[in-house]
């Protein structure tokens, strides 16, 4: 089973994202997207889709930045939101591809 993942920015692929949500009994989420993520990504948002071998989209991870004090410290941390997998991929061994999400989330944090 082939499965690719990229970071993008959300609305570009917004009907692709929401046809994903309503395949899998979430009538809610097309509303949602329309009043939460042109903010989000105006102020970072940022998402990733997977595509199956034949290019269709088949996941999506939003990750949005949240701004608060730590400490003395102001920092920023990501909040992952509106996860979604077709499917006939909610398997153990495609979820190992969001492992390059992971890392990049760390090296961001780490960042700075």
């Not at 959300?10 to 989420?29: T, V, W």
């Not at 730590?70 to 941390?77: A, I, P």
């Not at 509106?82 to 890392?103: K, Q």
Request: hydrophobic content about 50%; proline content about 6%; charged content about 20%.
């Amino acid at each position: 089973m082939s499965f690719t993942i990229a970071a993008v920015d959300a609305l570009p692929y917004e009907r692709e994202i929401k046809q994903l949500f309503l395949a899998h009994e979430r009538p809610e989420f097309p509303d949602f997207f329309d009043r939460t993520y042109p903010a989000a990504v105006a102020q970072g948002a940022r998402s990733w889709v997977g595509r199956d071998a034949t290019g269709r989209l088949v996941m999506h991870i939003a990750c949005v930045p949240r701004r608060f004090r730590f400490g003395t410290r102001d920092v920023v941390g990501g909040l992952l939101v509106n996860l979604m997998v077709a499917s006939e991929h909610r398997t153990f061994f495609p979820a190992l591809a969001l492992g390059p999400i992971v890392e990049h989330l760390q090296m961001l944090a780490m960042a700075r």
